[in-house]
């Protein structure tokens, strides 16, 4: 399974500053320890191109030259610099080469990523340019260029904040679904509208969510069945986990590694490719976010395992998958 990876190029913050810059650069370093068939790739730069497609070219621009107003550099959170742009550039660029190996692959990852907040025309929440958004905008651009179908795409945002951003820069686009399942009292104060949204009370628990996760799965596939996704971008925060400084639920590890299980099962057994992004994770000990995201990218290679196996003639990929993940 291929993993694109943007640690190598971080952002001078003040101390004390609440964005864990360091997060992916500890899971890299622990995907390279533990997952030896995870291929670690450098992520390239998204082109302002490739931007305009989910953003607005006037705030591609300001951001690109350092002339945004100090009320959307307060939003966002995050102090600007060159190095603030490339990492965003390459943010996204890491999830447009995710995009692009599940297609080919079933299943890829980006070890970053999943900044939901941006919306078309600014950014918020440390969140400059949407990653989702752009990759699949490019990747239903390259479908019809190729001449293929009609590129149907599914958002599954289990980041603990609500993907306000993704669901405006979506909201009047049938062809692309937005599934966001979030703390109801947390970030943003305003929510916006998404496709489903599932809002959860603070201190929910493994048992609780998860059930919450299996009914939202099950009316997704109802309200799809008449035209099903050819792609996901899957948004896999560690930030419900019960150590995380911003979340306010009370997920365990055991209950977000079945998150994640239940994910790729019910999208492997569909045969939907998925791109994943490891999204928000603010862990008191960063560490534990970081072991979260681990556990994510190996349930990922399980499940892009599994995709390079094929079903019995005669069985249906539904009824394998069952069977193989069992």
Not at 15 to 29: C, M, Q, T, Y
Not at 79 to 86: D, I, L, Q, R, T
Not at 113 to 140: E, I, K, S, W
């Amino acid at each position: 399974m291929r993993a694109y990876c943007l640690d190598r190029f971080g952002i001078p913050l003040p101390p004390g500053h609440r964005f864990p810059v360091s997060k992916s650069a500890r899971l890299r370093e622990q995907v390279a320890r533990h997952c030896p068939d995870v291929e670690l790739i450098e992520a390239p730069a998204a082109t302002d191109g490739e931007l305009a497609l989910a953003h607005e070219p006037g705030y591609v621009d300001a951001v690109c030259r350092g002339l945004l107003p100090d009320p959307v550099l307060r939003a966002i959170g995050l102090p600007w610099s060159p190095a603030m742009v490339e990492r965003s550039r390459r943010s996204v660029g890491a999830t447009v080469c995710a995009a692009r190996a599940a297609l080919h692959d079933g299943v890829a990852v980006q070890l970053a990523g999943g900044t939901h907040h941006a919306h078309a025309d600014r950014g918020a929440g440390f969140c400059v340019f949407n990653d989702t958004a752009v990759a699949a905008r490019l990747m239903q651009a390259e479908a019809h260029r190729a001449r293929r179908p009609l590129l149907r795409v599914l958002v599954i945002d289990l980041d603990v904040h609500q993907g306000d951003g993704t669901a405006t820069i979506f909201a009047d686009d049938p062809t692309v679904f937005t599934l966001s399942m979030h703390g109801a009292r947390n970030f943003p104060a305003r929510k916006a509208r998404s496709d489903l949204d599932v809002e959860l009370p603070d201190g929910c628990g493994d048992e609780d969510y998860l059930r919450a996760l299996d009914d939202a799965l099950e009316t997704v596939w109802t309200r799809l069945a008449p035209a099903p996704p050819g792609l996901a971008f899957y948004l896999a925060g560690a930030d419900p986990h019960e150590g995380d400084r911003l979340g306010r639920l009370k997920l365990s590890f055991k209950g977000l590694a079945e998150r994640d299980r239940r994910v790729f099962e019910s999208l492997g057994a569909r045969g939907i490719p998925v791109a994943v992004a490891m999204a928000g994770g603010y862990g008191t000990d960063i560490e534990d976010s970081v072991a979260v995201h681990l556990r994510t990218v190996s349930e990922a290679a399980r499940s892009a395992r599994l995709w390079q196996k094929q079903p019995a003639h005669g069985e249906s990929r539904y009824e394998w998958m069952k069977q193989s993940t069992a």
